[in-house]
């Protein structure tokens, strides 16, 4: 998957702009379930899903031990859909509050 696009932009040059084509970040819906409850939904380019998924996970401290990358279940599309089919309880009273920017998120928890 290309995490880029080419658009035509305008480059200023002191008092002048300069129409040029350049690079711009491609950023997809990335939504994260446990065993199909959604828990994570964000904005991110669309390269090395599973380590940023077994780190938000874990830094966030939603899941703890061991998480299989080859259990989880990726489907791109428009959007990025990952689901995580776990044995272990995850914390359900936590929730997910987005910016209503782009969809990013923050976690109503006090930090160790």
Same mark, same amino acid.
């Given at each position: $998957?290309?995490?880029? *696009?080419?658009?035509?932009? =305008?480059?200023?040059?002191?008092? +002048?702009?300069?129409? *040029?084509? &350049? ?17 994570? +939904? ?5 390269? $090395?899903?599973?380590? =940023? ?14 998480? +299989?990358?080859? &259990? $989880?279940? *990726? ?7 990952? &689901? ?14 987005? +910016?209503?920017? =782009? ?8 930090? &160790?």
């Amino acid at each position: $998957m290309v995490p880029y *696009i080419k658009r035509e932009v =305008l480059k200023r040059q002191a008092t +002048s702009f300069e129409e *040029i084509e &350049d690079y711009i970040a491609k950023e997809k819906r990335l939504k994260v379930s446990i065993n199909g409850k959604e828990v994570i +939904s964000l904005y991110c380019t669309p390269l $090395m899903i599973k380590e =940023l998924v077994i780190g938000l996970l874990l830094t966030e401290k939603i899941l703890k031990g061991k998480i +299989s990358p080859e &259990d $989880m279940r *990726i489907v791109y599309g428009e959007e990025i859909t990952v &689901d995580i089919p776990i044995a272990e309880n995850i914390l359900t009273k936590e929730t997910v509050t987005t +910016s209503r920017c =782009l969809g990013g998120f923050t976690f109503n928890k006090k930090r &160790d």
